[in-house]
Nanobody, 122 residues
């Protein structure tokens, strides 16, 4: 599985961005997808995840209520809509994939995209 993330950029605090991640392969509906982020000097952390069917989603407390993860299996694409962005959301955002059940655990994802930078100015 190859992943290509996009949609990052510079936005003012309070603004919105939608990140996209396109996956290769024919079995996208069997793949759970996760979004993670890594801020400068910090460890990579979980942001959101969605099951292969889209029926189950998980969110980190830091983004819950401000973000929505969704997917369109016909297009092999997963999205992360982020609203009410804060400067502390500044990070490189990565999408990741694994075959099987959805999880928050970074170590259980086998495939990673290259990351897209989100910068939120105050």
């Amino acid at each position: 599985v190859q992943l290509q993330a996009s949609g990052g950029g510079l936005v003012q605090a309070g603004g919105s961005l939608r990140l996209s991640c396109v996956a290769s392969g024919r079995t996208f509906s069997s793949v759970a997808m996760g979004w993670f982020r890594q801020a400068p000097g910090k460890e990579r952390e979980f942001v959101a995840a969605i099951s292969g069917s889209g029926g189950t989603t998980y969110y980190a407390d830091s983004v819950k209520g401000r973000s929505t993860v969704s997917r369109r299996n016909a297009d092999n694409t997963v999205y992360l809509q982020m609203n009410s962005l804060k400067p502390e959301d500044t990070a490189v955002y990565y999408c990741a994939a694994r075959f099987g059940w959805v999880t928050r655990k970074i170590f259980e994802y086998d495939y990673w995209g290259q990351g897209t930078l989100v910068t939120v100015s105050s």
